[in-house]
């Protein structure tokens, strides 16, 4: 955080992670949420959460279906709409984040930024009703994750001041590719681009594909589906080793960053070609171009620094944490008393209509 700032909280939801930033703090869950008869939600994965030391209904894969019409049906009948569930787990994952101590007064979400305008609409209809985020004096902002990033980047390690700037955003799910002006403090040119094709899950694929092939008289069917399931979480270790590592082993498969940047080549130079499309959508030259700013979980990867920097002759900036910067943007955003443009402020929901 930066010096000055006050107490704060930056949280930041995403369909592959849940993320809470404070001063001295920062923590990760999967969107999962587990709810009880006699004590509040929880959020994550046993592996991740203590607290979850008793039976609950367990409720999954909210995070995409917030703004959609269709409620959500859990196993015993009941149903729930998604962005209250959604509401739910960054409530308490702020209580996490804090210990279980009363929430600070200045908290910022980030959310997709090629999320649909209704989708945020109904984010923060949810968390106006939300107790701990109404009637309040300073109230909850929402902000683009991209826009939260660039919080985080400017203070370390720093970005141009003039130019055009792309956001590209490696999600599990896909990537998104955000167009920022750096003169105009940093706001949007057009809107988001979301590129499937290219995401966590199919980096997450690649290995486990290299590893199938590798062992032995197995097939995909070999493992087992809980087996299975296992071995693809082993792959997203893996994946995350060879961003530090040029070589790791699972399974007693030796796996190198070459074969990992070979293997998803294909699908690189695709998402380098949308991303060319959207520069060219939004009539950005390469000649505008300042910087190229990469977080996400993929943004560690050197194969994708590389290609993007030899393509566009640019500096590639990410942050040490790039799958935390949203969180940390937005709580950097959150310590400072000032009024940016895509900020929107969730007030009581009696007040939001």
Sequence with gaps: MAEGAGPALGLSIGSTNLAAVTADLAITRKPVLTLFRRRSPEVGVPAENP???????????????????????????????????????????????????????????????????????????????????????????????????????????????????????????????????????????????????????????????????????????????????????????????????TVTTLLDVQITRAELRDAIGDSLANFLAFVETRLRYNGIRDSDLAAMVLIGGGASLPAVTAVLSRRFRVPVVTTPRPHLAAAVGGALRASRDVNDAGVIPVRPAALAR
């Design 51 to 245: 607290k979850l030391d008793e039976r609950g209904l367990v409720i999954t894969d909210f995070v995409d279906q917030v703004g959609d019409p269709v409620v959500i049906e859990a196993v015993d009948g009941s149903v729930h709409r998604s962005e209250v569930l959604a509401a739910e787990a960054l409530r308490a994952l702020a209580y996490t984040a804090t210990g279980g101590r009363p929430l600070p007064d200045s908290v910022a979400i980030t959310y997709p930024a090629h999320w649909e305008r209704r989708a945020v609409d109904e984010l923060g209809s949810a968390l106006s009703r939300v107790s701990e985020w109404s009637n309040r004096a300073r109230p909850l902002t929402l902000i683009p994750d991209a826009t939260a990033a660039l919080f985080a980047v400017r203070a370390n390690p720093g970005l141009p001041d003039t130019g055009i700037v792309a956001v590209c955003d490696f999600g599990g799910s896909g990537t998104s590719v955000t167009v920022v002006d750096a003169a105009g403090e940093y706001q949007p040119v057009g809107t988001t681009g979301r590129y499937l094709d290219f995401s966590g899950d199919l980096l997450d694929q690649v290995m486990l594909t290299a590893v199938l092939a590798n062992l032995p008289g197995t097939g995909v069917s070999g493992p087992g589906v809980p087996r299975l399931a296992r071995l693809r979480a082993e792959c997203r270790t893996a994946k995350e080793q060879l961003s530090a590592a």
